[in-house]
């Protein structure tokens, strides 16, 4: 075995972390044993549990901010459809029919910098009636909204907020001017500080280093973040990023396996762009990864509930909810 990735393992069985500069030497690490070493390292602290969730848009559009590779931001002309909150009824069918299907989570996702308090309580609402009839697991991805908020959503029966940090804070100023990288962290914070946990993660492929994708992976470790999405960038005609050459399944794995050493008991979950990958994220899932977003993405068509359950069976996984 190549002498870094034995010792970072021996040093991750003893219970330690891996720092910064360890990680960042797994970069030019043989890709084989790196993939292979961070799978053994999922399964001795995860075993074959595999996380599985689905999303809906329910506000799609619209959105003031000017993220550079959103389809949903009002500053490009990507013809989205574009819709206010949904109703309760859609929100609860939605559920329902996942749930049915064997997914486990289920996370209602609305564009826009925020949502605004009568928002808010229309979703709670919806969440109130959701978890009278179906024991589905129910994760938001809201914004920046503050702690009285998140408080009313946990009250309503949230489990989990997402709060993507994108990037590393370095480069995220080339990404997004309209809110900063201290906006996202005091959102994940005050969700924190309610009760909720937290699922926060990044986009790969929108211009940044293997190194900057370490630093936003050590930011949530730092966070206490462990269930750590992963997408990978699908440019997006008329937006900023559309010429964004779209990564290989290679660079995937190898940012996957070097996250599993980062947070070796984490659900690192494939969610957007998976679909681009040939073998549709399988690769990864042998590389580290035990958690991902199945169905449809926000604004792009995603793998089938059908599809995923029969590659993780076959992969000897076992879908359920992580203990985080």
């Known amino acids: 075995m190549n002498n870094t990735i034995k010792k970072l393992k021996e040093k991750i069985y003893g219970g330690e972390l891996i720092t910064r500069d360890e990680a960042i030497s797994l970069i030019d690490a043989p890709f084989e044993e790196l993939c292979d070493t961070a799978n053994e390292i999922r399964e001795k602290f995860c075993s074959n549990t595999f996380d599985m969730c689905t999303i809906i848009n329910g506000k799609s559009g619209r959105c003031s ?43 209602i996702v609305c564009s826009g910098r925020k949502l605004s308090d009568s928002e808010v309580d229309k979703l709670c ?112 005609p008329h937006t900023p990023l559309e010429n964004n050459k779209v990564l290989s399944t290679e660079e995937m794995a190898r940012t996957t396996a070097i996250f599993r050493f980062i947070i070796p008991d984490g659900f690192i979950r494939l969610a957007g762009g998976r679909g681009l990958m040939p073998d549709k994220g399988e690769k990864l899932f042998c590389s580290g990864a035990n958690a991902a977003i199945t169905g449809d993405m926000l604004t792009t068509q995603g793998i089938t509930i059908e599809k995923d359950m029969l590659t993780l069976d076959r992969l000897g996984y076992k879908v359920g909810l992580s203990n985080v």
């Open 125 to 236: 609402d919806s969440i109130r009636e959701i978890k009278k009839v179906c024991p589905i697991s129910i994760c938001v991805s809201l914004g920046l909204l503050d702690e009285k908020n998140f408080r009313k959503l946990k009250d309503a029966g949230v489990q989990r907020v997402h709060n993507n940090l994108e990037t590393s804070e370095r480069f995220f100023p080339q990404i997004c001017t309209t809110h900063t990288y201290a906006d996202k962290i005091a959102a994940i914070n005050a969700a924190k500080a309610a009760g909720l946990e937290i699922c926060s993660g990044g986009i790969m492929g929108l211009g940044e280093t293997m190194e900057d994708r370490i630093d936003m992976v050590l930011q949530a470790r730092a966070l206490g973040v462990r269930s750590i999405p992963v997408n990978m960038l699908n440019p997006i």
């Open 65 to 107: 901010e000017n993220c550079k590779y959103c389809a949903q931001s009002a500053h490009y002309c990507t013809s989205i459809e574009e819709y206010p909150l949904l109703d309760t009824d859609k929100i609860l069918e939605q559920a329902l029919y996942n749930y049915e299907r064997g997914v486990p989570r289920y996370s």
